[in-house]
């Protein structure tokens, strides 16, 4: 059986890869930053450089850190959900909501919490939360 001859798996995969590189992405800015401003996380980073060991905290740094860290902790549990979701069966035009909804949401969030923007980073968050939470009710209730 072909999985990604069904649209709605198509339409799955391909948000999740674009929820992937997303994530890459905010992981690559936070190295940007580092070394652009000298940075690092570890002591054998500082090494591998010759810079002297430094406990400073840069705010950018953070910032794109605390990005790439929520990333991690609300798109990798919607793998989960919208895989599971996407087996229930759903209306591709539904289904189609809540991923290009959950991925615009995440896309505006991270350009948000870039340029420091509220109270929009909160309000996109939220978007992508109450999505997710969705496809959560939708799929124990198809499931229970």
């Given at each position: 059986?072909?999985?990604?001859?069904?649209?709605?798996?198509?339409?799955?995969?391909?948000?999740?890869?674009?929820?992937?590189?997303?994530?890459?992405?905010?992981?690559n800015?936070?190295?940007?930053?580092?070394?652009?401003?000298?940075?690092?996380?570890?002591?054998?980073?500082?090494?591998?450089?010759?810079?002297?060991?430094?406990?400073?905290?840069?705010?950018?740094?953070?910032?794109?850190?605390?990005?790439?860290?929520?990333?991690?902790?609300?798109?990798?549990?919607?793998?989960?959900?919208?895989?599971?979701?996407?087996?229930?069966?759903?209306?591709?035009?539904?289904?189609?909501?809540?991923?290009?909804?959950?991925?615009?949401?995440?896309?505006?969030y991270?350009?948000?919490?870039?340029?420091?923007l509220?109270?929009?980073?909160?309000?996109?968050?939220?978007?992508?939360?109450?999505?997710?939470?969705?496809?959560?009710?939708?799929?124990?209730?198809?499931?229970?």
């Open positions: 059986m072909d999985l990604l001859s069904d649209p709605n798996m198509r339409l799955l995969a391909t948000v999740n890869i674009l929820l992937v590189v997303l994530m890459m992405t905010a992981g800015y936070t190295s940007v930053l580092r070394l652009r401003r000298k940075i690092f996380a570890t002591p054998e980073d500082y090494k591998v450089t010759r810079l002297p060991v430094t406990h400073a905290r840069d705010e950018e740094v953070e910032r794109a850190r605390r990005m790439h860290q929520n990333h991690v902790e609300n798109v990798l549990p919607f793998f989960a959900v919208s895989f599971f979701y996407t087996l229930t069966n759903p209306s591709h035009v539904i289904l189609a909501i809540f991923l290009w909804g959950f991925l615009a949401a995440r896309t505006l991270s350009l948000c919490y870039a340029l420091a509220q109270p929009y980073r909160t309000v996109l968050f939220t978007v992508g939360s109450v999505l997710m939470f969705a496809m959560a009710v939708l799929t124990l209730t198809t499931v229970l």
